[in-house]
């Protein structure tokens, strides 16, 4: 199972971990293990790539974990931009959760 805990300080989403596989099928074929890292890869291009934000990413393929964090000091415009991408990021894991409940779990700590 993949685990996809949101990391928050307040009404403030800081970043996120995901760890595991989902198991859902053989590497390679697993479509829930590629749904979450595509959409992944989609939020860090569009934070690190596009807006050009040093938001820190760490990835462990030894237990199939990834690291995501969001910079301080961001203006209030890039503030609401990655806001608005790591909550929609949140909509989508738990609407994956809930078609494949025993492959992905997403939870939520300050």
């Known amino acids: 199972m993949t685990t ?3 990391r928050t300080e307040g009404e403030r989403i800081t970043g996120f971990d995901s760890q595991g596989h989902s198991g859902y099928a053989e590497e390679g074929s697993d479509i829930v293990c590629a749904a979450i890292t ?3 890869r989609l ?3 569009t934070i690190n790539d ?4 040093a938001a820190s990413v760490k990835v462990r393929e030894s237990d199939a974990s990834i690291s995501f964090r969001l ?3 961001l203006s209030p415009t890039a503030e609401s931009t990655c806001q608005s991408l790591l909550t ?3 909509v989508y894991f738990v609407q994956l959760r809930d078609e494949y ?3 992905i779990e997403v939870l939520e700590e300050e």
């Not at 596009?50 to 934000?53: A, E, I, M, P, R």
């Open 4 to 6: 996809v805990t949101f």
């Open 38 to 40: 595509s959409a992944i």
């Open 43 to 45: 939020v860090d291009a």
């Open 50 to 53: 596009v807006l050009g934000l």
């Open 71 to 73: 910079p301080g000091g």
């Open 88 to 90: 929609g990021l949140m």
């Open 101 to 103: 409940p025993d492959n």
